[in-house]
Nanobody
Framework: QVQLVESGGGLVQAGGSLRLSCAAS????????IGWFRQAPGKEREFAAA????????YYADSVKVRFAVSRDNAKNSAYLQMNSLKPEDTAVYYC????????????????WGQGTQVTVSS
């Protein structure tokens, strides 16, 4: 069973950038697709991006496409979400999640989740 810990959230002005990290332990990291999800206050959790276990395939929600980039370093058991051109509507708690050998285009439930990291974008 894999455990996930996110970091890198914070307060940033609109137009700025942040890089989130997702550190994994307790599992075979390179067998898990990593998804990034976010939940804004009063809204349902939504899919943002995902990267396949090999790192060869990525998938993005339309709302973040072009502005966000997902990557991973299997040697470091870590995944990343680079967020550029941030907007106030990107304000949310961001979660990484893991699903074994999953198609990155799958945006449903993932079995393993981190605790989340807050991203706040001021206007």
């Amino acid at each position: 069973q894999v455990q996930l810990v996110e970091s890198g959230g914070g307060l940033v002005q609109a137009g700025g950038s942040l890089r989130l990290s997702c550190a994994a332990s307790g599992g075979t990291f390179d067998t898990y697709t990593i998804g990034w999800f976010r939940q804004a206050p009063g809204k349902e959790r939504e899919f943002a991006a995902a990267i396949s276990w090999s790192g060869g395939f990525t998938y993005y929600a339309d709302s973040v496409k072009v502005r966000f980039a997902v990557s991973r370093d299997n040697a470091k058991n870590s995944a990343y979400l680079q967020m550029n051109s941030l907007k106030p509507e990107d304000t949310a708690v961001y979660y990484c999640a893991a699903r074994r050998y999953s198609d990155p285009e799958y945006t449903g439930e993932y079995p393993y989740w981190g605790q989340g990291t807050q991203v706040t974008v001021s206007s």
